[in-house]
C-alpha cells in the first residue's frame, strides 16, 4: 500500500470506528507517546539498558505502526498529501545527501 491508499484507509477507518479525529493537539501528544515506547524498546534491546521482563513481550513492529497511524491522522487532518511530500523529500535527500554519505568515514 501506498502512502495516499494508507491516509485513504485511516481516514475511513477514523470515520467507521473513530467518530472523528482528535484535535491536533492531541495527536501531537499521541505522537510524542507512541515515539517513546518505540524509544523505549530500542532503548532496552538494543541499546546498552536492560530489558525489563514486562517488556521483552512488546512489539515494535506495532509501535512503529502506531507511529505511522497518527502521523497519518496529523496528515489527514492538516491537509497534506503525505505521498507527495515524502517524494519531494526523498528526491531532495537523494540529490544532496548521496556523495555526503558515500564519503563518510564514519560509515566505513
Keep these: 500500500m501506498d502512502i495516499k491508499n494508507a491516509q485513504l484507509e485511516v ?7 473513530g467518530v472523528r479525529y ?7 501528544a499521541q505522537l510524542t507517546e ?10 532496552r534491546r538494543y541499546g546498552e539498558q536492560s530489558e525489563k ?16 497511524f497518527v ?10 498529501d503525505l505521498q507527495s ?11 544532496r545527501d548521496h556523495d555526503r554519505h558515500q564519503n563518510n568515514d564514519k560509515l566505513k
Design 34 to 43: 507512541e515515539v517513546g515506547e518505540v524509544a523505549r524498546i530500542i532503548a
Design 85 to 95: 511530500a515524502f517524494d519531494k523529500k526523498l528526491d531532495l535527500k537523494t540529490k
Design 71 to 80: 502521523v497519518l491522522c496529523l496528515a489527514n487532518q492538516t491537509g497534506i
Design 53 to 68: 521482563e514486562s517488556d521483552k513481550n512488546k512489539d515494535l513492529g506495532e509501535e512503529l505502526a502506531d507511529v505511522v
Design 22 to 28: 482528535f484535535n491536533e493537539l492531541t495527536n501531537m
Design 11 to 17: 481516514d475511513s477507518w477514523i470515520k467507521e470506528h
